[in-house]
């Protein structure tokens, strides 16, 4: 049971992977590369965006930077991807049951924008972004200055997100991790606490 919760944002709280993915695929057909829209979603669910860039560009000798380049400026066309199902309720039930929210992302300020829009923001007790200064989970940098900052016990405190990553992150910092894979996509090494399909099961961990 815990009373904590530590959000990942893209792939939990909101499902961003189709803009991803299809920025990532319109950036390929500018270098007139076949898109393959599910094989580049399974890429990045399982690792990162950046292993996608790699894969791709040593596949078809194409220059990272030149890719990124590309890839930016489309991604940023789409500002409001759509929530996870769930999403709001889950969050305001731990807020019912006494206790707190803070937002993980390694999404810059923008992600921010979108979770004001939709009310989520105020249901946040604090949050670190890609615009602050501390190493990308798993490292668990972050997560101990949201932990000790806000003074929160590890032992009823768990970190949910829909990577390997955020598990790991989770546990370097000494707390537990809860893996959201809706798709069962994920062949995790992380040994996760918990793994869901949806927010709703994650309810019945709330203290």
């Known amino acids: 049971m815990y009373r904590n919760f ?58 990272i930077n030149a890719m990124e380049a590309i890839y930016y400026p489309i991604e940023k066309q789409y500002t409001h991807p759509n929530m996870a199902e769930g999403t709001r309720e889950v969050l305001q039930a731990v807020i019912d049951h006494g206790g707190k929210n803070y937002l ?42 949201l932990i000790d900052t806000n003074l929160v016990p590890r032992e009823d405190a768990v970190m949910v997100g829909d990577r390997d990553m955020d598990i790991n992150a989770a546990h370097n910092a000494g707390i537990e991790g809860i893996l959201f894979d809706p798709d069962d996509l994920i062949e995790t090494k992380a040994n996760p606490n918990h793994r869901v399909h949806t927010m709703k099961e994650i309810e019945q961990w709330i203290k």
């Open 6 to 63: 530590f959000w990942d944002l893209d792939g939990t709280l909101y499902d961003t992977y189709p803009q991803m993915v299809d920025s990532f695929n319109q950036m390929l057909e500018h270098f007139n590369v076949p898109a393959q829209k599910r094989r580049s979603y399974e890429i990045m669910r399982q690792d990162t965006l950046g292993n996608a860039f790699v894969i791709f560009a040593k596949e078809n000798n194409l220059d």
């Open 104 to 145: 993980l992302t390694h999404r810059n300020r923008t992600g921010l924008n979108f979770m004001k829009l939709d009310g989520l923001l105020n249901m946040f007790s604090d949050f670190v972004t890609a615009d602050d200064p501390f190493p990308k989970k798993p490292d668990p940098t972050s997560l101990n200055h």
